[in-house]
């Protein structure tokens, strides 16, 4: 399964649900497949994507996805374990596992020496844990996701692909457009 | 008044209803209030950088998020600061108790301690001490104003004058 039509594939399932991105690639792709409003775009803070999304789903009714990466998230599996505990039922997490640190020079990662990030989520109480490894899969467990409780975790296996230009977003502006479709009165100056 | 519900009430006259937090003994006068007050939802986090992504999401979605921590703990909450709050101006007050100060026990605690608020400075993050309950309403919701109006991280570092610190 490659990253960017699986990408395409997901926003093809969503309306306006938010959506956080985990940053480099993840992010520049999740652009330009769709630069929605409800897109949140990380570019730094390495480990914090499903953190935010945690923090998202404690905080509005819709369904939110976080899309993740294997490097990122076991920089931070204890936000795993607050998952487990805070359990919001709206949250999906989907970890984007090609098995290494693409960006930095292939570097192999921990899920490629057995570390399972389905079970990891199983044993901190996600018991909506999945992996998958093509399009067809994460569909169809994408599609339960949205429409049933989570919280919702899923693996979704991934192979090499050549990147895509970096997009041209501004954090800040990323921050204040995505803000603004939750808030009853706009953000101002005074 | 106490000066942790000083703090609660202007937590809430801020519409703060999300706090993140790792636990800390001296905090506990306020994140124990906190808990106890239906019209917040207390998050315990597992790291402080952690805590920070979470009271990020929050502000995102358009609920005001604080966040506690000890300075030990802030030492883990660098990059979350400098590469999510700051560049996205996302303001979070960030509750940091001081340790290293007046009758600290523990070495171990020291250099961290002294160190958080010349990291603060380096961030560019506007930081107040709160040593004492002179003025603390003032000092409390002023700061808090000033977070929102400005949109960045502040910081209010509280020091064991204020909150008896950890006795052993």
């Known amino acids: ?190 | 008044m106490t000066w942790s519900q000083t703090i609660v009430d202007a937590l809430k006259e801020n519409e703060i209803s999300l706090i993140a937090y790792v636990p800390d003994s001296s905090i506990h006068q306020v994140t124990k209030l906190v808990d106890a007050d239906e019209y917040f939802h207390l998050v315990s986090a597992t790291r402080e950088e952690e805590a920070l992504g979470i009271a990020a999401g929050a502000y995102a979605a358009g609920r005001n998020a604080a966040v506690f921590m000890q300075s030990s703990g802030f030492g883990n909450s660098i990059n979350a600061i400098a590469g999510l709050a700051i560049p996205s101006r996302i303001p979070i007050p960030i509750f940091i108790n001081l340790r290293g100060e007046h009758g600290e026990f523990n070495i171990a605690q020291v250099t961290m301690g002294r160190s958080t608020r010349p990291i603060l400075d380096v961030l560019g993050v506007p930081h107040y001490t709160i040593d004492s309950e002179d003025r603390l309403e003032e000092k409390i919701k002023g700061a808090l104003k000033l977070c929102y109006a400005s949109r960045e991280p502040l910081a209010l570092c509280m020091t064991p004058l204020l909150h008896g610190g950890k006795n052993v």
Not at chain 1, 11 to 25: D, F, K, M, R, T
Not at chain 1, 140 to 162: N, R, T, Y
Not at chain 1, 174 to 180: C, G, K, S
């Open chain 1, 1 to 190: 399964m490659f990253r960017y039509s699986a990408t395409k594939r997901i926003l093809s399932h969503l309306n306006q649900e938010p959506v956080v991105s985990n940053l480099g690639p993840t992010s520049d792709e999740l652009w330009h497949a769709s630069d929605r409003d409800r897109n949140f775009y990380t570019y730094g803070s390495m480990g914090l994507c499903s953190s935010i999304a945690l923090g998202m789903a404690l905080s509005c009714d819709e369904k939110v996805i976080s899309l993740d990466g294997d490097g990122s998230i076991l920089m931070n599996l204890g936000t795993i374990a607050t998952i487990g505990r805070e359990a919001p039922s709206n949250l999906i997490v989907i970890v984007w596992d090609n098995e290494e640190w693409a960006q930095t020079g292939h570097q192999k990662s921990h899920t490629a020496f057995g570390t399972d990030l389905e079970m990891v989520a199983k044993s901190n109480g996600l018991e909506k844990s999945f992996t998958v490894s093509d399009e067809e899969e994460l569909d169809s467990v994408l599609m339960q996701a949205l429409s049933e409780e989570g919280p919702w975790f899923i693996v979704a296996k991934i192979q090499d692909e050549p990147y895509l230009p970096v997009a041209p977003v501004q954090p800040e502006h990323t921050l204040h457009r995505f803000r603004q479709t939750f808030v009853t009165e706009p953000d101002r100056v005074g």
